[in-house]
């Protein structure tokens, strides 16, 4: 899979298979915002998730993935990261990097970024959930996840996912980071 021709949705559900992953996927129509998504998973029962593409004035990029609710401290955030400011991603970045437009980011999306560009950073909140659910690479679908997989797949792409403590940012003193 390059660029150009990212993994599609049966690349990756076979990609779990090769690592014993067990996931259960949802059909749905698309969806683009948390409000959205709201509206059509009462049946999905654990953790739902949001997922930030950003970008630091600094040059880095993250992937950022928490609980839906999650109040996120972007300045703080980007302050403990030494990147400036955030500004989200553009979408032809986000294409490049993780195969996914706008409305579908997703960690899944780390099977494209082959290079281990993005830095990723997971809230400790969600990783507490029994089940995590996130977009198999677009919108019209939900997949739930046991946390402790969703790392085992984030390892297998080559990268090692931050996890960290949102909730104890401010806006002058970051939180210490959670491994």
Sequence with gaps: MTPSHPATRADLFA????LGIDTTTTEHTPVFTVEEAKAIRAQLPGGHCKSLFLKGKKGGLCLLVALEDSEIRLNALAKYLNQGRFSFGKADIMMDLLGVTPGSV??????????????????????????????PLKNDATTAIAPSDLLRFITACGHQAEILDLQRFDQDTPAAPHT
Aim: glycine content about 2%; charged content about 25%; overall charge negative.
């Design 15 to 18: 990609f779990f298979d090769t």
């Design 106 to 135: 997703t960690p899944f999306g780390l099977i494209n970024d082959k290079e281990q560009k993005l830095t990723v950073l997971l809230d400790h909140n969600m990783m507490a959930e029994d089940v995590l659910h996130y977009h």
